[in-house]
């Protein structure tokens, strides 16, 4: 069932105890009120549950403690994390966010309001507040690097959409499940918007705290990683756009295509 106007924010733990409080209270301190928060921690082993613990008794928050195996795959596990939730939560409207990052108080008014002005979209992303070293603050643009080929696509704190959206999204990807393990959740649902449901939209405000640490900073920019990630996502995208989109005179496609090609043959003679 989805309640008309609820808002559900769901929040994926992982060891991340310090931070873990922050992102909880961020979201009961929205002034949108008719929300639920839905936490799943996945088998934290930095005392997470007692933080937990602390919120038993409000109303507003059910959490879950994964007992199935893990792929130990990080892009995998995160998704199933909340398609867990996913499948737990009433809303109308979902908001992702992963327990190192926070929302601004403003956040949840201001997204409802834009899934209201238009029935169209189904999908909405707005701009993180970067958090660097030092407690330097930088407010991301809405801009990528020349080379990219898809426009600039925030992390998944940064995202929400329609539950209706997410249950078709799920539908059409069933069959690449496990398939593609470079790529997360946020890429996958925003291309999806973006060229195939037709229903994307970025909102050019900074909304979500955003701290770049993890698993986003094994992805330097042209780094080795970055390319063997940017091939995945270029099969994917070829993948559930059917390859209607021609990649094939575009230089981020050539170039990705070819340092992949060129990282194979070095690996091979290792």
Sequence with gaps: MIVKNLASI???????????????????????????ILIFDDKSSDGSQFILEKYKNNNKIRYFLNKSKK???????????????????????????????????DKVLKIFKKFNTNRKINFIQDLPLLLLKNNKIVYKKN?????????????????????????????????????????WLDFRTAVFSYYVDK???????????????????????FGISWFIRRKNSFDYFNYITKKKVNLYFNIDFILTNLIFYILNIFIKKK
């Design 10 to 36: 769901l929040i994926i733990n992982f060891n991340n105890a310090a931070y873990l409080d922050r992102a909880i209270r961020s979201c009961l301190n929205q002034t949108y009120k008719n929300i639920e």
């Design 71 to 105: 792929m130990k795959i990080p892009a995998f596990d995160a998704r199933n994390a909340y398609n867990y939730l996913i499948g737990k939560c009433r809303g109308e409207i979902l908001f992702m966010l992963d327990s190192d990052d926070f929302f601004l108080k």
């Design 143 to 183: 801009s990528n690097n020349i080379f990219s080929y898809w426009p600039y696509l925030s992390p998944m704190s940064c995202i929400s959409f329609r539950k209706n959206f997410i249950l078709k999204y799920n539908k059409s990807n069933i069959s690449i499940l496990n398939k593609f393990p470079y790529v």
């Design 199 to 221: 229903s994307f939209y970025s909102l050019n405000d900074n909304l979500t705290g955003y701290m770049p640490h993890g698993e986003s900073k094994k992805y330097k920019t």
